[in-house]
């Protein structure tokens, strides 16, 4: 597995249980599982005046902001988010503590947005644009630009792998990709059971 490095990924240790037939012996190894962030495409054209107006200060999507720069989406936002508008407001200030210099801002950021991204699609994000994907890859770059040490939770690690199997569904397969997937997979479900 080649890792391209103009792109960005994140780095899932995946364990593996070797056996060494001279000891007789069992070693767990810990293996890189690198995933591709694949980046998110806004569908419409007002989707894209948003994701434009926070790329363009290379910020995470807040949703508190983009009431402020959109107003004509305070109520949908609203209807869509009530139940956990304090979520978003506190999210909000990580971003605004991360954005100010606060490492650990960026990971609990990171945590919150796994959390609400639980709650999508709502109507509001289907007229946004899918704004928690891009915020997961902004924090997954962000954190590791800053060389911060972060796991995601296996839901989160899943929907990366559909992701970027989704963008290389037309491409030959990575087998070494798909190998660590299976024993990740593997670990996972060992894990529940």
């Known amino acids: 597995m080649v890792i391209d490095k103009n792109k960005h990924y994140y780095i899932e240790p995946v364990e593996i249980e070797v056996y060494l037939k001279k000891a007789g012996k069992v070693r767990t190894v810990i293996k890189d599982l690198p995933i591709e962030i694949i980046p998110v495409q806004p569908m419409s054209e007002k989707s894209r005046e948003i994701f434009r107006t926070f790329q363009g200060k290379n910020e995470p999507i807040d949703l508190m902001e983009v009431q402020n720069y959109f107003p004509e989406y305070i109520k949908l936002i609203y209807d869509s988010y009530y139940q956990n508008m304090d979520l978003f407001e506190k999210l909000s200030m990580h ?32 007229v946004i644009g899918d704004f928690q994907t891009y915020n997961l890859n902004y924090l997954i770059v962000k954190l590791n630009e800053l060389r911060e040490p972060f796991l995601l939770e296996d839901s989160t690690v899943a929907f990366l792998i559909k992701r970027r199997n989704m963008f290389y569904k037309d491409r030959p397969r990575d087998k070494e990709f798909d190998k660590l997937v299976e024993l990740w997979e593997y670990n996972v479900k060992e894990k529940y059971f």
Not at 100 to 125: N, Q, V
């Open 95 to 126: 971003f605004k503590s991360g954005l100010a210099g606060s490492t650990d801002s960026w990971r609990l950021a990171l945590y919150f947005t796994e959390l609400l991204m639980k709650y999508e699609p709502t109507i509001a994000s289907k």
